[in-house]
Nanobody, 125 residues
Framework: QVQLAESGGGLVQAGDSLRLSCTAS????????MGWFRQAPGKEREFVAG????????YYADSVKGRSTISRDNAENTVYLQMNSLKPEDTAVYYC??????????????????WGQGTQVTVSA
């Protein structure tokens, strides 16, 4: 099994930046693709960003493209999400996800076998 632990969430003001981290433990050799999803109150969980093993391929939701950067450090089994110019609509619980599969369905929640517990990000106006 793979365990994922997110950190870095918090309360910030609009326009601020935040970096989320997610560290994997356990059978980490199984991990290929990693991603970030978020769920706002009353809404379904949605894709935010995804990255492949080599970091050559990255994917973003239109809502965060240009404001966010996903990266990973395979030696540390950690994936990051740098978010800039935060908006109140970015308020959500952010979840880290991982899977051994390929990037073909990186945007699909069902493509990921392993999930973290989530970290709250709140952006005040």
């Amino acid at each position: 099994q793979v365990q994922l632990a997110e950190s870095g969430g918090g309360l910030v003001q609009a326009g601020d930046s935040l970096r989320l981290s997610c560290t994997a433990s356990g059978r980490t050799f199984r991990i290929n693709v990693m991603g970030w999803f978020r769920q706002a109150p009353g809404k379904e969980r949605e894709f935010v960003a995804g990255i492949g093993w080599s970091s050559r391929s990255t994917y973003y939701a239109d809502s965060v493209k240009g404001r966010s950067t996903i990266s990973r450090d395979n030696a540390e089994n950690t994936v990051y999400l740098q978010m800039n110019s935060l908006k109140p609509e970015d308020t959500a619980v952010y979840y880290c996800a991982a899977d051994s599969g390929g990037l073909a369905s990186v945007r699909r929640e069902a493509s990921y076998a392993f999930w973290g517990q989530g970290t709250q990000v709140t952006v005040s106006a």
